[in-house]
């Protein structure tokens, strides 16, 4: 079946602009992960959605950074102003739920220039 | 979050069995130990998890040691495709978020 979609597979742009990361998750997965994986660092939680919950967004790094999920299914990233350390791989996960394995996506890698 | 401790590095020759260590001395009784790998430009992938038993799955093994304080994840017979990062993790029962530590990079020789 399919498997968690990330859309763009790579981003180029200018620092100070913004961008917009999506993720299609696994049909019938409640609960979807952001996480991001720098250059020489490990993978970093970001936020999580379960249900209608509110989402755990004690990783994002900054304000600049923000996330949706719509419906309970498709889910956007936002970064505004970017910065050039947020260049990262930028990976989905989801899940049937709570210590369900999670299912990742290949990620968005993000250049900022 | 408990911390997990992996080594840098590991290497297996095809078709060999491989035993990739974990220690996790504070672990909590509620703590879920779970087992990722990473492949060269891929998301992580789910291999195995476990809490107090030993597991099986068509990928792997899980033994964990009757204090808990250590694990380790069993590959009966490697193959070239098993190369990756593998990623140990606690994850606690009341919390969703992995928290991904540096883990072991396996190489598999032909």
């Known amino acids: 079946g399919a498997g968690v979609s990330q859309s763009p597979s790579n981003k180029v742009t200018e620092k100070g602009k913004d961008v917009e990361l999506r993720c299609d998750p696994i049909s019938g997965h409640t609960a979807l992960y952001w996480y991001r994986q720098s250059l020489g660092q490990g993978l970093e939680f970001l936020i999580y959605f379960q249900g209608n919950s509110a989402p755990d967004k004690s990783g994002l790094p900054s304000d600049r950074f923000s996330a949706e999920r719509t419906g309970g299914s498709v889910s956007t990233l936002t970064i505004q102003r970017t910065q050039q350390e947020d260049s990262a791989v930028y990976l989905c996960a989801s899940s049937y739920g709570t210590n369900q394995p999670q299912h990742f996506g290949d990620g968005t890698r993000l250049s900022i220039l | ?110």
Request: net charge negative; with cysteine.
């Open chain 2, 1 to 110: 979050d408990a911390k997990t401790t992996q080594p840098n590095s590991m290497e297996s020759n095809e078709e060999e069995p491989v035993h990739l260590p974990c220690n996790h001395s504070t672990i909590s009784g509620t703590d879920y130990i779970h087992w990722y790998r990473q492949l060269p430009s891929q998301g992580p992938e789910y291999v195995i998890h476990g809490l107090t038993s030993n597991v099986n799955n068509r990928m792997a093994s899980l033994a964990i040691a009757e204090d808990r304080k250590s694990s380790t994840l069993i590959l009966h017979r490697a193959t070239l495709r098993d190369a990756a990062v593998y990623y140990c993790i606690l994850q606690s029962y009341n919390t969703d978020k992995l928290i991904f530590g540096t883990g072991t990079r396996l190489q598999v020789f032909p």
